[in-house]
């Protein structure tokens, strides 16, 4: 069980994708997964989003404040590559 707040993830849904191959969130301004490096459709469900945060909270907290700092970052075009440089060799699936 996480503790990440409500409106918290509200806020973090508005800017997150999830991948549909490995199911890691990705930003929806992003146009590749940082992870496996899918670039068609991405899932954009509500509760799918909801789910993909909790669950990195609970296993990876630290990948989710960068996460939350990416995504209130406004018109950097560069974090989404900044990203993938960081997490390339990062599997987040446990
Ligand atoms: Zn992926």
């Known amino acids: ?16 994708k999830s991948c549909p191959l490995c199911h890691n ?7 590749e997964c940082y992870v496996c490096g899918w670039r ?7 509760e799918t989003i909801r789910l993909g945060i909790e669950d990195l909270a609970d296993r990876a907290p630290q990948l989710l404040e960068v996460l ?20 390339v060799r990062i599997d987040c699936r446990v």
């Open 1 to 16: 069980m996480t503790n990440i707040s409500a409106a918290r993830i509200r806020n973090l849904s508005r800017s997150m």
């Open 25 to 31: 969130l990705n930003l929806r301004a992003s146009d």
């Open 40 to 46: 068609g459709s991405f899932e954009h469900d509500a």
């Open 68 to 87: 939350c700092v990416a995504a209130n970052a406004r018109r950097n075009t560069r974090l989404p590559r900044l990203l993938k440089a960081l997490f």
